[in-house]
C-alpha cells in the first residue's frame, strides 16, 4: 500500500511541477483597487493614522514648514500592471469624525483648520501619489494639548474600483507630540 501511495505522489508531483512555465512568477495577478495606503499603518485593523506616528526621525510622517505641518497621505493602485491614469475625490466624512473623536476623547478638526485638495491624479504607468492634509501652524498651537481628528477618504475614481476597507482613514493627531 505504501509502495502504491508514493508512486502516485510521485506522479502528481511531476504533473505539478510540468505544469509551472517560466515566468509564472512575473505575471499580473490580483485585483486593481484604489486606497489610501496610510489606512493600513496599524495593519488595516483601525484604519488609524497617528501624527506623529512615534519619536525619532524615522518615524515622523509630517513635514513642519513656516506656516503648516503638512501630514504625508496617498493614493495607491493595487495589482502588478503599470495601469492608465486615473483621478479619485478626496473627501472629508464628517459623520466618521465625529464617532472617531469620541472614541478617542478627541475634538474634530474645524476645517478653518486644514486644508486637502478635492482631487488626486495618478498618471499613466504609475499607481500611486502622494497628497497633504495641510494643518495651520498657527491654529494647532492654540489646540495644545488636545488630540485632533479628522477622516479622509476616496470617492469616484474615474478607472478603477475603490477598496471598500481601504478607502478612508482616521487620521488622529496627538498636538503636543508635533513639538511645535
Aim: charged fraction near 20%; charge should be negative.
Amino acid at each position: 500500500m505504501r509502495k502504491i501511495i508514493f508512486s502516485v505522489m510521485t506522479v502528481i508531483s511531476l504533473f505539478a511541477l510540468a505544469s509551472c512555465a517560466k515566468g509564472d512568477g512575473d505575471k499580473d495577478y490580483g485585483v486593481e483597487k484604489v486606497y489610501i495606503p496610510q489606512s493600513m499603518a496599524d495593519g488595516g485593523i483601525t484604519n488609524v493614522y497617528n501624527v506623529p506616528s512615534g519619536e525619532g526621525e524615522y518615524t515622523y510622517n509630517f513635514q513642519i514648514t513656516d506656516e503648516t505641518v503638512e501630514v504625508f497621505l496617498g493614493v495607491l493602485r493595487s495589482g502588478k500592471q503599470a495601469g492608465e491614469a486615473f483621478t479619485v475625490d478626496v473627501v472629508v466624512n464628517e459623520e466618521s469624525s465625529a464617532a472617531m473623536a469620541t472614541r478617542y476623547n478627541a475634538e474634530v478638526m474645524d476645517p478653518g483648520l486644514y486644508t486637502l485638495p478635492e482631487q488626486v491624479s495618478v498618471a499613466a504607468g504609475t499607481n500611486s501619489k502622494t497628497f497633504h492634509l495641510s494643518l495651520n501652524k498657527a491654529a494647532l498651537k492654540e489646540k495644545a494639548g488636545k488630540k485632533l481628528v479628522l477622516c479622509v477618504g476616496l470617492a469616484n475614481c474615474t478607472a478603477y474600483e475603490i477598496s471598500e476597507k481601504a478607502s478612508e482613514v482616521t487620521v488622529l493627531v496627538t498636538v503636543n507630540a508635533l513639538n511645535l
